[in-house]
């Protein structure tokens, strides 16, 4: 159930800042609709997104976009459950920052 809204809700961003209606989205779409749906991202950040799920255009098709959402929303999952109440840094070992990259 979860998933199946994240896949609606990355395809209404997708359609809506895909705007030369390529089927794929420039850094500049991607940046859009990232913030659209809440993921507010430096320019280091987006670029290693681009380079990680985006094509040797530089352009990323929806099913890449639904990926990086997922991955995105489990990173961001991982870090709230592990952050103290007081800060945004965490401690995590070697181990555990394996397991977390590797499944989600």
């Known amino acids: 159930k979860v998933?199946?809204?994240?896949?609606?809700?990355?395809?209404e961003a997708?359609?809506?800042f895909d705007k030369d209606r390529s089927g794929s989205l420039s850094g500049f779409e991607l940046r859009a609709a990232l913030n659209s749906v809440g993921y507010l991202l430096n320019n280091n950040i987006l670029n290693i997104l681009m380079h990680r799920y985006g094509n040797k255009k530089a352009e990323i098709a929806f099913d890449d976009f639904v990926l990086c959402g997922i991955k995105l929303k489990t990173m961001i999952e991982t870090f709230q459950r592990k952050k103290k109440a007081d800060g945004a840094a965490i401690t995590i070992s070697f181990d555990d920052w394996i397991e977390t990259t590797l499944y989600s």
């Open 14 to 16: 997708f359609k809506k």
């Open 3 to 11: 998933l199946w809204a994240l896949i609606n809700s990355s395809k």
